[in-house]
Every structure is written in structure tokens, then in C-alpha cells.
């Protein structure tokens, strides 16, 4: 509910991006619904409109409406503000092409066949510093090291003020630690029903942003930010109860503790491996880290407590009991890719899909099948595409949309001359 101090409220949306999109409105003139052009739904990365289906760019640039509810009005991280995650409308209908509004898809089409989702994500990223050349560097951690905490790790006290701004904004953040490489963190947020989870992850991937900028630093999700270190995840931890809230992935029964429904959730999110993954890496750097050996989630396989695969199963269970899904990259859109995750399990479900052997080998120089990953944005997007199974769960509006924007994307890179080409062959020819 809105504080009596709030003098604005921050209406907020997530676009295709995963950009927060929104405006500022004063608390006298908020009336739980504000305008915007749909034509943001074409705007590309260099600003550039783009005719995607859904976007209306040659077609007037109409309006959408974002409609918020005064009461769900939390704590912003900005003083005497609150925030607020709007749902998007259009002629009075849900937005088709609006990530939130897939993600609530999935969620009622879960329902529909009896199950209720609970979602948990666990967030990576660097954090740099100026590099006085108008660049960026990695930040300057001299004491750091894997789960460190404290100054040594954060020497000017960074995500003090993320973990003290998450609480302030209600954002379940369950811990914060210093990865593998420097100067990289996790964030990790606690199991939720998905629509709430993926809030909290939009928001949070905000705030350190905003809160790092604070600090004159820059914080980014990007997949793989530098060629030498581990890329950045988005690992999406999912789990079904029933109406009772029953965990209906565990079976004590079991020799593996796991239940049929848990197997076919993993069946269904490696059938359609090929085809998430355009949506769970939806940039061109996102095929930087889907490699080999990048404890990434490129070949399409899965095992048990182990992170070289793309599909691993903790060893917790009981009500713990959940499927983590290691593919999406930080700079995924978490509202997109949570939706075609939670849509492929339910597809397994539905079609009682096994799965293959689970990973036994180490699964970063071997693993136990061929079928991995598109090797680029452009081969991701043709597999999506030819999903049409897969392409009509998530919303075929959205998925058009997305293609577009995308195919748009992928023709500005592999038309851009790059530094490494001129560094590899202009002294030569």
C-alpha cells in the first residue's frame, strides 16, 4: 500500500528487453492507469523503430494502457517514492506482446491443468569501475575471492546498499556473494509464486543498477561481459504444488526422490532445448557463454546436483525439491524466459515426456548426447521459430514480435565491421 509519505509513485513495466520502462506520476494525479505508445515494443537497441508485428510502428503508433493498483504499491529505493509493476492493456484486453502478460499466461494455463508454480532465480553479474578513458574496466577487488563477503570483496560497501535498498523495496532476497571470477556477485531470491518472483528480479536487476550508478560503478547482467572468465546467469529454480500445496516433484517412493511429474518436467524442457534458448539468450553476446565448459547449460542434458548441465536437480528434496534450469543469461528478459520454461514443463507434463539418461560424465569436455545449443542468435531464432508447439505455450503475438526485433538485431550485427576483424586480417590483405 502507498505511504502517506510517498509523493510520487514510479510506475514501471518490463518491455521486450527486459528494459524498465515507466514514469513518474504525483500521488495527486495517480488514478491507477497512465498512457504510453505501443510503439516502444519496436524500438530497437540503437533507438531505431522497428515494424515488428504487434509495435503498430507503421500503423499510427497507437496507445497501450499500464494499469497499477494503488495498493500494491511498495518502497522504492529513491526516497518519498514508491513503485509499482503495472499490467498492460490494450483495448481493454491483455497486452498480447507484453512479457508480464506471458508470464501470467503460463501461470493460468498451469493452473488450468492443476499445478501451481513456484519460482526461485539466482542472478550473476560484474561490477566495473571507470577506466578514465571513457570506457569501463572490472572493478578494482584486490582481496576477493569465491563466496567472499565483507570490504575485501566490496571495498566500497556496494551491496551493503543493494541488500539494504532490497529489503526497503520488499524484495525477497535470500543472499548475496562473490562468484568464481572477479569482480563477479550472485544475488539469489527466495521461492515465490512466479508472478511475484519475477517482480522481485526485475526489480532487483534495477535497483543494483541503479544503486551501483550511486556509486559511479556499472553493474551488468550481460551473458559475457569479458572473453576471459565465466559468463552471467540466470538460473531459474522451478517447482510444482498442487491446490493443497502439496510438492508434487518429490516422491519419498522413489530410488532418486524425484516424481514422474518431475521427469517429465525435465523431458519437456530438454525436448524443447533448442527453441528456449532463443528466448532465454536473446542477444548476440549470449552465444559467448553458451559454449562448452562454461557451466552454462549448452548441451541438452541434465543430472543430479550437477552444474555442468543445463538441467540440474539439487540434491535437495522434500519440500525443496525443484528443477534448475541453467540456460538464461543475465541480460534475458526474466518475465520471457521464466514463461518458456514454465510452458516446456508444462508441455512435458502434459505429454508425459522422459527424459534422456541423465548426465553421468563430467559434462564440460564430454557429454552424453549430441544435441546442444544454436551456435548464434540467428540459428537460435530459426530454431523458435520451427517450435511452433512450443511458439504457441508462450504466445505466438509475443513470439512474432520478439523474431522480429531479434532478426533486426542479428542483421546490424553481422553487417557491423568489428575491431577483431580488422585486427585479424587488415595487415594481411
Known sequence: MANPDHTRVRVLYPDLFGFARGKYIPMAAATGEVGFSIAIFGVGYDRALIPAP??????????????????RVRECWQEATGVVIADLVQDGTPLAISPRNALAKAVDDLEAAGYRARVGTELEAYVLQPDGKGGWEEWDTPGSHCYGTGPLV??????????????????????????????????TIEHQEPLEAIDNTFLLKLLCREIAARHRLLLTFLGRPFGDRGGNGLHVNISFQNDAGEHLFQDPQAADGLSALA????????????????????????YKRLIPGQLSGYWANWGYDHRAVAIR????????????NRVPDGASNPYVATAALLQ????????QISPPPREEGDGLETANTVRCAPENLSLALDALEADQVLVEAVGSELVANFVAMKREEWRRFSQAVTDWELNEYLTYH
Open 54 to 71: 504487434g509495435a503498430e510502428v507503421l500503423d499510427g503508433l497507437g496507445d497501450f494502457r499500464a494499469v497499477y493498483d494503488l495498493e
Open 263 to 286: 521427469h517429465h518436467g525435465i523431458g519437456g524442457m530438454l525436448e524443447h532445448h533448442e527453441a528456449l534458448t532463443a528466448l532465454c539468450a536473446p542477444t548476440v553476446n549470449a
Open 344 to 351: 516446456a514443463a508444462l508441455l512435458g507434463a502434459k505429454g
Open 154 to 187: 566490496d571495498p566500497s560497501g556496494l551491496l551493503d546498499d543493494i541488500m539494504a535498498a532490497a529489503a526497503t523495496a520488499g524484495i525477497g532476497l535470500e543472499t548475496i556473494a562473490s562468484e568464481y571470477d572477479t569482480p563477479q556477485f550472485e544475488f
Open 313 to 324: 536437480v539439487p540434491q535437495d528434496r522434500g519440500a525443496a525439491t525443484r528443477l534448475e
